[in-house]
């Protein structure tokens, strides 16, 4: 699965340090590989298919498109 983080995303990640970028960088892998959070539901007020994970103190959006199993 291939992972597209926004511009914004980018920067922050880049601006954090040690642990919390170690954890994010983790949780996003994770994402990638199974290509959904067990404990993730979604967005509520949305019309787009987001979904919420927490990360320690953080907070990852993200949104699944055109999966295709082969």
């Known amino acids: 699965m291939k992972v597209i983080l926004s511009k914004d995303s980018k920067k922050f990640i880049e601006k954090l340090m040690g642990k ?3 954890q994010i960088a983790i949780k996003i ?6 290509g959904h ?5 979604m967005l509520k007020g949305t019309s787009e298919n987001y979904h919420p994970v ?3 103190e953080y907070r990852i959006i993200y949104q ?6 082969r």
């Open 20 to 22: 919390h970028a170690k």
């Open 29 to 34: 892998k994770e994402l990638a590989h199974l």
């Open 37 to 41: 959070a067990h404990d993730s539901k």
């Open 54 to 56: 927490d990360v320690g």
């Open 64 to 69: 699944i498109e055109n999966i295709e199993i």
